[in-house]
């Protein structure tokens, strides 16, 4: 008698685990379940990338200072010498157009523009 009820009771036991472990599993394979899922996936990836691209910008910083001391950029001005020269701007010299192109004949002539969408 203690024998079946004994296994009468392991079988139910077991019944119910196995009924509850099923129906987690269906409750985690909802289509809900699921976009919630793949929501917090992808923004834990989201986090990770930028923490990528923060450390990406600190090493780039780290490194751009230490080529800039090892180039003597970053290094203080002498006052002793010239300032630095700078590059003066000309103004192009402005081309005369003849009145009249029949009386051109020479190829050559540097005084008015053969490109055409000059003017336009």
Same mark, same amino acid.
């Given at each position: 008698?203690?024998? $079946? #009820?004994?296994?009468? #009771? ?8 196995? #009924?509850? &472990?099923?129906?987690?599993? @269906?409750?985690? /394979?909802?289509?809900? !379940? @699921?976009? %919630? ?5 992808? /923004?834990?990836? *989201?986090?990770? @990338? ?16 230490? @080529?800039?001391?090892? /180039? *003597? ?8 010498? =010239? %300032?630095? $020269?700078?590059? %003066? ?5 402005? &081309?005369?157009? =003849?009145?009249?192109? %029949? ?7 540097? #005084?008015? !523009? ?7």
């Amino acid at each position: 008698m203690f024998r $079946r #009820t004994f296994w009468f #009771t392991a079988g139910a036991a077991a019944g119910v685990w196995a #009924t509850t &472990k099923v129906n987690r599993k @269906l409750k985690q /394979l909802t289509p809900e !379940s @699921l976009a %919630a899922r793949a929501a917090d996936k992808a /923004l834990e990836a *989201g986090h990770r @990338l930028k923490d990528f691209a923060l450390d990406v910008r600190d090493g780039m910083a780290e490194r751009e200072a230490e @080529l800039g001391d090892a /180039l *003597g950029v970053n290094a203080p001005v002498d006052p002793e010498l =010239p %300032a630095q $020269r700078r590059i %003066a701007l000309v103004q192009p010299a402005t &081309k005369k157009h =003849p009145k009249s192109l %029949a009386n051109t004949t020479d190829a050559t002539d540097t #005084t008015y !523009s053969y490109n055409r969408n000059e003017d336009h």
